[in-house]
């Protein structure tokens, strides 16, 4: 598996740091007592914020790694489709 730094990353870095931030404040919620409910709504907001990193990540190794392997030749056909199977499970 290859590491790369891609130009999404820093976007989603960003996301990623700020649903840190608000899961943070969530845990300080807990602690002084606050509703359920509203715990709950926030606690959603955080999920959807990663859900839609890790979304974004994967769409981006597929975009930009698995085509410009492809189209380069530098994977066969069956490894890039076998990755592909593996990251797409992650969806």
Known sequence: MVMTTH???PEI???LKRADGHLKSIIDMLDSGRG???IAQQLQAVEKAI???KKAL???HIDHCLER???KGA???EETVREFKEITKYL
């Open 75 to 77: 994977r066969n056909a």
């Open 58 to 60: 994967v769409h981006d």
């Open 36 to 38: 359920c409910l509203e």
């Open 7 to 9: 130009t999404s990353h």
């Open 51 to 53: 859900t839609n990193a």
């Open 69 to 71: 392997a492809v189209k």
């Open 13 to 15: 870095i960003k996301r």
